[in-house]
């Protein structure tokens, strides 16, 4: 008899359910959202560690491939994109100054570097449409990944 002349107003029984209802969407978007984050990071790890790896190949080019296509191919199994994603650029610098023109030499007296880098590039698509750190109209995260290697 007594449960009946309660106050309905004074009743604490099912709170803690009708607050986990509150804060539990949230807490799940947040947890979604850390977890998305923390793949793309993976991605962009993966696509570092491509052209790292990929430079580390360039001493065991054979004759049949070019250094280039070497490197290519190995960034692009490593990566897990194409090879048209793989870029191979050479530099010059006599005395710290970068040369338009790779086959040239230095002048007699400065220092000469030349420079092997490797650029690969990627897209991770994040399980939602949302971006996080700024905004693309393909709802892609377009990432790039560059090591560089000296040679001389």
């Known amino acids: ?41 993976n991605r962009r790890l993966t696509l570092e560690q491509a ?6 190949k360039v001493m065991q080019t054979t004759g ?27 530099r010059l610098e006599c005395d710290g100054e970068e040369v338009a023109d790779f086959d040239t030499e230095c002048e007699e007296g400065q220092s000469e570097s030349r420079w092997l880098q490797v650029t690969v590039s990627g897209t991770y698509e994040p399980m939602f449409p949302t971006h996080y750190f700024g905004d693309s109209d393909d709802k892609l995260y377009h990432m790039t990944a560059t090591a560089g290697m000296r040679t001389s």
């Open 64 to 90: 049949d491939t070019t250094p280039e296509e070497t490197i290519k191919t190995e960034a692009a199994a490593q990566g897990d994109v194409d090879e048209d994603d793989v870029t191979v650029s050479y």
């Open 1 to 41: 008899m007594s449960r009946l002349h309660r106050n309905p107003l004074r009743d604490e029984r099912g709170a803690a359910v009708i607050e986990l209802a509150l804060v539990a969407p949230i807490l799940a978007l947040m947890t979604i959202g850390i977890n998305d984050v923390s793949q793309a990071f």
């Open 51 to 56: 052209a790292q790896r990929a430079i580390e």
